[in-house]
């Protein structure tokens, strides 16, 4: 069984950050694009942010372009994503994700691992 362990998220107020954490097996973490989705209340489960194996693609949607940055720790096989200029859009369960074929532009049909969530709620 393959774990993608998610940690960071929590409350925030409006205008603040927080940052998610991912820690992925190494045979994962070394051949996988990894990146994050997010799910909020009544909705699907969109792509928020991508990062290539090598790093040196990213890619990300439009929506938090500017304010997020997707990371990796190739020492650590982990993976981040800082989050800036939070606002209540942002709220929802932040999910790590691993592709093994596909790009930085990840899709979740494409998705082989899935982390269990880690819920962000910024308030105002």
């Known amino acids: 069984q393959v774990q993608l362990v998610e940690s960071g998220g929590g409350s925030v107020q409006t205008g603040g950050s927080l940052r998610l954490s991912c820690a992925a097996p190494?045979?994962?973490?070394?051949?996988?694009?990894m990146g994050w989705f997010r799910q909020a209340p009544g909705k699907e489960r969109d792509f928020v942010a991508g990062?290539?194996?090598?790093?040196?693609?990213?890619d990300y949607a439009e929506s938090v372009k500017g304010r997020f940055t997707i990371s990796r720790d190739n020492a650590k096989n982990t993976v981040y994503l800082q989050m800036n200029s939070l606002i209540s859009e942002d709220t929802a369960v932040y999910y790590c994700a691993a592709d093994r074929w596909g790009g930085a532009t990840m899709t979740s049909g494409g998705i082989d691992y899935w982390g269990n969530g880690t819920l962000v709620t910024v308030s105002s």
């Open positions: 990062i290539a194996f090598s790093g040196g693609g990213t």
């Open positions: 190494a045979f994962v973490f070394r051949r996988y694009v």
